[in-house]
Nanobody, 115 residues
C-alpha cells in the first residue's frame, strides 16, 4: 500500500521559513520523481517544485529562488524548504508521485502566512 504523509505546515509570518516533509512507504522511493503542489482556497492546485530520481529540480516562477526541494532516498522522504514566505494567505501543500500511471497524493499540510 502506497502512502505519502506530509508534515511541517503551520503559521508563519511573512519573511519566515518552514520545512515540509513528505514521508513515503510502499514504494521504491528512489526511482520516482516527487512533485510538490499547493492549493489555496478557491484556486486550482499548482505545481511548485519537482525533484527527479536523479536529483534534478525544477520550480515554478512564483517560488524560484525561495523554495528548495530535496530528497533523502535512505529515508524515503522528500523535503520542501520554504524561505522568504509571502503573505499569500492559507494554502495546503501536497506531495505527489505517479507510479505506473497511478497518482498518489498525501493528505496535505496547511501553511498560513499572516501579517
Amino acid at each position: 500500500q502506497v502512502q505519502l504523509v506530509e508534515s511541517g505546515g503551520g503559521l508563519v509570518q511573512p519573511g519566515g521559513s518552514l520545512r515540509l516533509s513528505c514521508a513515503t512507504s510502499g514504494i521504491i522511493f528512489s526511482i520516482y520523481k516527487m512533485d510538490w503542489y499547493r492549493q489555496a482556497p478557491g484556486k486550482q492546485r499548482e505545481l511548485v517544485a519537482t525533484i527527479t530520481s536523479g536529483g534534478t529540480t525544477n520550480y515554478s516562477d512564483s517560488v524560484k529562488g525561495r523554495f528548495t526541494v530535496s530528497r533523502v532516498n535512505a529515508k524515503s522522504t522528500s523535503y520542501l524548504q520554504m524561505n522568504s514566505l509571502k503573505p499569500e494567505g492559507p494554502a495546503v501543500y501536497y506531495c505527489h508521485i505517479n507510479s505506473w500511471g497511478e497518482d498518489y497524493w498525501g493528505q496535505g499540510t496547511q501553511v498560513t502566512v499572516f501579517s
